[in-house]
């Protein structure tokens, strides 16, 4: 199953795929994570966990070019709420490090 979002012809796109197997559900983020977007990946993970049937969920953030504040937010909110991701990329691992480093402040 695949889910594109797009907002108009000139705005940034996100494409969400998911992917289903016995031990995990995958969402592949593809894009610009930015304004609109951010709250549709919110959006699709609340949906995905829904009915994961003892699987996990792993975001999976592949060619993702541009992360915005809004973003940044709900990605840690995704990583505070437990949610596991799999980063390509150098920009993607350094985002999901620093925000990762907020949440384990947050919890303390």
Known sequence: M???FTYSRK???LRISIIEGRR?????VEGKLVGPW?????????EAKADLRDRELVIEMK?????S?????VLLELISDG???FCRGMFTKHVLKQLGRRADLKRV
């Open 38 to 46: 951010a709250a549709e990946l919110k959006s699709a993970c609340n």
């Open 11 to 13: 705005a940034p796109m």
């Open 83 to 85: 949610v596991k991701f």
């Open 63 to 67: 060619q993702v070019t541009t992360i």
């Open 24 to 28: 995990q559900r995958r969402l592949i």
């Open 2 to 4: 695949s889910l594109a």
């Open 69 to 73: 504040q809004e973003g940044e937010n």
